[in-house]
């Protein structure tokens, strides 16, 4: 199983990015996949997720509504669309599959495979 996350980069305040992860080597459309984030001496955190059919969305509050994560499984690939960005943004994204098929996943502990992380800064 693999994940490659990209994307990242120097953004000013107010500014988007758009992230990407691309999988391969399991069966993609089974499987939740999250965007985690982790900043400096923080610990990784939760940002969204969409479920193995898309029918189901999830974000952490702190980007509800500025972020929107899609996904297509034609190609393997998810999105994390990144608008209004703030400082408090910057940190590596990693994208993730969930350990278990058809299930939806918050916790950190609950994914099992990652991608290498891309990161983001937010500053001026």
């Known amino acids: 199983v693999q994940l490659q996350a990209s994307g990242g980069g120097l953004v000013q305040p107010g500014g988007y990015l758009r992230l990407s992860c691309v999988a391969s080597?399991?069966?993609?459309?089974?499987?939740?996949i999250g965007w985690f984030r982790q900043a400096p001496g923080k610990e990784r955190e939760f940002v969204a997720l969409v479920s193995w059919t898309s029918s189901s969305t999830y974000y952490a509050d702190s980007v509800k509504g500025r972020f929107a994560i899609t996904r297509d499984n034609s190609e393997n690939k998810v999105y994390l669309q990144l608008n209004s960005l703030t400082p408090e943004d910057t940190a590596v994204y990693y994208c993730?599959?969930?350990?278990?098929?058809?299930?939806?996943?918050?916790?950190?502990?609950?994914?099992?495979?990652w991608g290498q992380g891309t990161l983001v800064t937010v500053s001026s």
């Open positions: 993730a599959q969930a350990s278990s098929p058809q299930t939806i996943a918050i916790g950190v502990s609950q994914y099992n495979y």
């Open positions: 080597g399991f069966t993609w459309d089974y499987y939740t």
